[in-house]
Structures are given as C-alpha cells and as structure tokens.
C-alpha cells in the first residue's frame, strides 16, 4: 500500500522559516507519478483539517489565501517527493501537517507538528 511520511517540523519563532518534506513509498508500478496532483493539509487542535497548497502533475498551484505569499508547494517527480517551503511563519500556522497524494488519498502519514511561537 501506499504510505506517506511528513518530516520537518518543529518550533519556529514568528517570522521564521520551515521546510516540510512528504515522501511517498508503496507507489503501484503501473502509477505515473508525475501525472497526480499532490497538497499539503494542516489541522489545529479542535479545528477541521485544511488544504493549504496544491500542486497539480503539470506543476500548476494553489493555496489557501492565509498563506499565499509564504508557503510554497514544490515536487520532485523523481525522488517521488513533495515539499512545502513554509516563510514569515505566523502564530496562527500552528498545527498539525500532513501530505497527502492524489493516486492514495486515502493514505494519510502521521504527520508533522509545526509550533510557531516566542
């Protein structure tokens, strides 16, 4: 089955930066990667989890509107690989992240707590 793991999180200070990795394994011989979509959720404590970023197969991305202009979603086809470049981090970004990958949707990892705070 496919499997997901999240890595990179940790304490940050208000301003700070944080890259988060996704690595895929399990991936089906017969899926071609480069073609699924890929995004990156988070969810605080008693909140619902949201989409933050998305990336289709083509490249083209999407993010929630309180992180455009700091997060970054990128990919790399070959490593099967999805990370999230995460700048000017915020109090509010406080939260569990988790990837998920457009061909296993339903595999979700464990995630990774990111903490912004002083």
């Known amino acids: 089955q496919v499997q997901v793991v999240e890595s990179g999180g940790g304490l940050v200070q208000p301003g700070g930066s944080l890259r988060l990795s996704c690595a895929a394994s399990?991936?089906?011989?017969?899926?071609?990667?480069?073609?699924?979509?890929m995004g990156w959720y988070r969810q605080a404590p008693g909140k619902q989890r949201e989409l933050v970023a998305h990336?289709?197969?083509?490249?083209?991305?999407n993010y929630a509107d309180s992180v455009k202009g700091r997060f970054t979603i990128s990919r790399d086809n070959a490593k099967k690989m999805v990370y999230l470049q995460m700048n000017s981090l915020k109090p509010e970004d406080t939260a569990v992240y988790y990837c998920?990958?457009?061909?296993?949707?339903?595999?979700w990892g464990q995630g990774t707590q990111v903490t912004v705070s002083s």
């Open positions: 998920n990958v457009g061909f296993a949707r339903d595999s």
């Open positions: 399990g991936v089906p011989s017969g899926i071609i990667f480069r073609i699924y979509g």
């Open positions: 990336i289709t197969g083509p490249g083209i991305t």
